[in-house]
């Protein structure tokens, strides 16, 4: 049992420390730009062998590409390796702040409504690809919600969908825009009137990463609990269903039913019915 648990810290601490070189190669190419196996051996005090075996794990990950470069000599050209454009998006950036000093003068010009008009043209275009993506999946909110989160993990939003007894969750474990998010939560009303639309249900935000929840939560009712609350809304708001609640079928009573609706009890006059 030591032995495997030995040798299991020993893998640890190897992977660590590839990492750490790995990390020191990243750096050393956005400091200096493309450079040779042996230039960046030379530069880290490591062997060439060595550094070709890191270069090459980077280059399968998509961090960094070989690139062709004339020596001026005769023979091959020299191979040089540099940043691909998913290599550099391991260094900070502050694409945030620019985002939200622009949204601060949107407001400040426009006030908090143009700010929700910009936040529902940004998702205007995810709508639509997930729309397509989503084609096929049915009518059942629950469904169009596992659909969803295919479409939405495309897009890079690592969502899954969960079935519960009362429906179920889309959980999103990313938000290219939380940090936007936490000052501008129009960013987030904006996606939840989408998830409702594309799921064809009312869906309810429950946490969101803006917030400093660990996962952004969205609840989506099933069929039934969807149908049934269409149902009760539309008959506490139809004139038939205030009509036909009176427990009296008088013509007289009818009618002041029918007209409670439009005026005050202490105004209406009794209605004497037709002899």
């Not at 040798?7 to 020191?24: H, I, N, P, W």
């Not at 969502?159 to 501008?184: I, K, M, Y």
């Not at 038939?240 to 609640?245: G, K, N, R």
Request: aromatic share 2%.
């Amino acid at each position: 049992m030591k032995r495997t648990d030995t040798c299991a810290q020993s893998t640890a601490t190897e992977e660590a420390v590839d990492g750490r070189t790995r990390d020191r190669i990243i750096e050393l190419l956005l400091q200096r730009g493309a450079l040779t196996a042996s230039e960046v051996a030379g530069e880290l005090g490591l062997t060439t062998t060595g550094i070709r075996r890191h270069l090459d794990v980077l280059e399968s990950e998509g961090l960094v590409a070989e690139q062709s470069v004339e020596s001026g000599r005769r023979g091959r050209p020299a191979r040089r390796y540099g940043l691909t454009d998913t290599g550099r998006e391991h260094f900070p950036h502050t694409y945030d702040d620019l985002a939200l000093s622009a949204l601060r003068q949107l407001a400040a010009i426009g006030g908090r409504e143009s700010v929700r008009v910009f936040a529902d043209s940004q998702v205007a275009g995810l709508e639509s690809r997930c729309r397509t993506a989503m084609d096929g999946a049915g009518t059942d909110p629950m469904a169009r919600a596992e659909a969803l989160a295919r479409a939405l993990s495309s897009e890079g939003y690592a969502a899954s969908a969960e079935t519960l007894a009362s429906g179920g969750q889309l959980c999103q474990r990313h938000c290219p825009v939380a940090h936007v998010a936490a000052e501008f939560p129009e960013l987030c009303a904006a996606e939840t009137e989408v998830i409702g639309r594309l799921v064809g249900s009312h869906v309810q935000r429950l946490a969101t990463i803006a917030r400093g929840d660990g996962v952004c939560t969205t609840h989506v009712p099933n069929a039934m609990t969807s149908s049934t609350s269409l149902a009760n809304t539309s008959k506490r708001h139809s004139p038939i269903a205030l009509s036909t609640s009176s427990r009296s079928s008088s013509p007289s009573h009818t009618t002041i039913t029918a007209r409670t609706k439009i005026t005050h009890p202490d105004r209406m006059r009794r209605i004497e019915p037709k002899k």
